[in-house]
């Protein structure tokens, strides 16, 4: 088992150019998650993914979009990056939301934007 | 905003000695998670509590709850060089699963 996959490892973007963030996860997980961790911050969450065909806003949605592809993939678009979206990117994956189920996450994405 | 507030920030300890931090959160939860986090890495779980649940341990861990207060602990003990990392606490409400800021621990060898 490869976990929670995420890809890019890296990435450097200029203002305005857009880009999408891809996680796959291998457990059969119902809910799979996308945070934003910012020095000092926490983990920030920007949408999450219940269950195979639903998505929904976290904390810090604005700029970006979701896609719940199937169950195994959960991909970040970032339709015209800004300086306020460098930050780690982590995508992370739970059997089943509020039931105590713990979290696995990916390596993360370290995004520049420029 | 963020439901778990970890303290202290920043937290620096010899070999041996045992390290607490504290995690507090303001609203009610179904459980509450402690996860670490190494430099450069993802956060790895490493030990859950449930709201009807006081006291918990795992290995070198004990955790606590306190549900009146809003507040959990996290101790390690005997610590190791090797437990240098982040700590975070992480609150599941049956909504979403918010986190701390987190504590950096730092063990001198």
């Known amino acids: 088992n490869a976990g929670v996959t995420q890809t890019p490892k890296f990435q450097v973007l200029k203002t305005g150019q857009s880009m999408t963030l891809q996680c796959a996860q291998d457990?059969?997980?119902?809910?799979m998650y996308w945070y934003r961790q910012d020095p000092g911050m926490g983990l920030r969450l920007i949408y999450y993914?219940?269950?195979?065909?639903?998505?929904d806003k976290g904390e810090v949605p604005n700029g970006y979009n979701v896609s719940r592809l199937n169950k195994r993939e959960f991909s970040l678009r970032l339709e015209s990056a800004a300086p306020s979206q460098t930050s780690v990117y982590f995508c992370?994956?739970?059997?089943?939301?509020?039931?105590?189920?713990?979290?696995?996450f990916g390596q993360g994405t370290r995004l520049t934007v420029v | 905003s963020q439901q778990g507030e970890e303290d202290p920030q920043a937290l620096s300890i010899q070999e041996g000695e045992n390290a607490t931090m504290n995690c507090s959160y303001k609203?009610?939860?179904?459980?509450l998670q402690w996860y670490r986090q190494n430099s450069g890495r993802g956060l790895v779980h490493l030990i859950l509590?449930?709201?009807?649940?006081r006291e918990k341990h795992s290995g070198r861990l004990r955790v606590t709850l306190d549900t009146s207060k809003k507040s959990s602990s996290l101790l390690i003990t005997a610590s190791r060089a090797a437990d240098t990392a982040s700590y975070f606490c992480?609150?599941?409400?049956?909504?979403?699963?918010?986190f701390g800021a987190g504590t950096r621990l730092t063990v001198k060898p």
């Open positions: 992480a609150t599941d409400d049956n909504n979403d699963m918010r």
């Open positions: 457990m059969n997980h119902n809910s």
């Open positions: 509590i449930r709201s009807n649940e």
């Open positions: 993914s219940a269950s195979e065909g639903t998505t």
């Open positions: 992370a994956s739970f059997m089943d939301r509020g039931r105590g189920t713990e979290a696995f």
């Open positions: 609203t009610s939860i179904n459980n």
